[in-house]
């Protein structure tokens, strides 16, 4: 009996990483407007609300939600990035020609091609979260503002510096990756794969040099 099951073809799996990766982006965007949410309606009609948000409708508006939010910021940080990932990228490719012959030089080989999304994938996941991270600290802290509960201060101070230490955190993952990213594209299409040489096939009529005493 054969398998009839067909393996996922490659663009189908480039497409449900790409979601993924953006809804990953997006959660942080969401939260971020929820505590702006709170910080506007106070805990009051919070708490009306909170049953609500635990509904099956709820859920998967959140998760429509999350999904636009993450384009919409993967979008904007990737614009504020782009000097500085210019300035990266002249490091290895002075020119934009260099670079896109690079990229399309690349592209011949199907096993690097995908190493490089891989690595493009968690490039912009600590990218987006650089954001997110600066923006869950300050609509926390205003969120928190709008509660009375003791060591509130202490919290308020504990709450920004920890969303700047992670920003940082993933700001510097996102450099080295595309400081790596640059550079092994450069030697990948600088010195290219090559195919092993096969041993020589012996023509008809001829006598093999294993067949030589």
Known sequence: MTNSTQP???????????????LVIG???????????????????????APVAGSSAATGAALAAAYALGILLD??????????????????????????????????????????????????????????????????????????????????????VLGIVIAYGFFRAWRTLTVTGYRKLAEQTTTSPTIPSLPAQPQPGSVSPSEVQ
Do not use: Q
């Open 75 to 160: 979008r904007a940080a990737d614009t504020i990035l782009t000097p500085y990932r210019r300035r990266l990228r002249s490091r290895f490719f002075p020119t934009n020609s260099a670079y896109a012959a690079a990229r399309l030089k690349l592209a011949t080989f199907p096993v690097l091609v995908a190493r490089a999304d891989y690595a493009r994938s968690r490039m912009r996941i600590c990218r987006g979260w650089l954001f997110n991270c600066l923006a869950l600290a300050l609509t926390a802290d205003l969120a928190m503002l709008r509660y009375s509960f003791d060591h509130r201060l202490l919290t308020l101070c504990t709450a920004t």
């Open 27 to 49: 959660i942080g965007g969401l939260t971020a407007a929820v505590f702006v949410l709170i910080a506007l309606i106070g805990p009051t009609a919070t708490a009306k609300l």
């Open 8 to 22: 996922e073809s490659p663009a189908l799996i480039a497409a449900t990483a790409m979601f993924i990766e953006v």
